[in-house]
């Protein structure tokens, strides 16, 4: 992947991220809250108000709507390619990056005031970590890193099963014209 192609794909999935992020929170915070209330009284609903399970299930969606993209970005690596494990490495980290550093700052600003709500709302996915005794940038921390984590193994598995369907990819699996496989240090010479 050159350089241009390499920006462009670690810009687009930071923005992925963000907006996948504004997303959830907003499930999180007023569809579930919504959908919940049509439930009758009782110990179900008030479960389901909790923000810890409201926090997960904004989790759960960044966590859904990235995956089906690193999968489709590992069968596309393989089919064009452009296979670079490094890239996506530093794609995944940036990711990160960009979504963490403004945790850092959340305890420089008052407790009650308009920057307090602001990281309340932009890190609500990861708050269910914070409520099981987790401190808040560890908390931020550690979910960026599981998405990540998971995100890089699906694309590392849809590029392998992909390369193994079909075997011609990167090099491997060539026939010549009688019909014999080529190996790689036959290529090489």
């Known amino acids: 992947m050159d350089s241009l192609k390499f920006l462009l794909y670690t810009l687009a999935r930071i923005g992925l991220i963000i907006a996948c992020t504004a997303f ?10 919504a959908l919940v209330s049509l439930l009758p009284e009782g110990s179900v609903r008030e479960t389901l108000m ?46 990160v990056m960009v979504c963490f550093i403004p945790s850092i700052f959340r305890d420089s600003f008052e407790p009650n005031g308009k920057a307090n709500a602001f990281y309340e709302i932009a890190y609500f996915p990861f708050s269910w970590l914070n409520e099981n005794g987790l401190d808040f940038v560890v908390s931020v921390l550690l979910g960026l890193g599981i998405i990540a984590g998971i995100l890089f193994g699906a694309y590392v598995i849809s590029f392998k099963r992909y390369a193994k369907a079909h075997p011609v990819i990167l090099g491997r699996g060539r026939d010549t014209e009688d019909g014999t496989e080529i190996t790689e240090e036959e290529d090489e010479s």
């Open 24 to 33: 959830a929170v907003l499930v999180g915070v007023a569809v579930c809250p």
């Open 50 to 95: 909790g923000d810890s399970l409201r926090s997960g299930i904004s989790y759960a969606v960044i966590l859904f709507m990235l995956l089906p993209v690193f999968l489709d970005d590992g069968k596309k690596h393989a089919a064009y390619e452009i296979w670079s494990s490094v890239n996506v490495t530093i794609t995944l980290i940036f990711m």
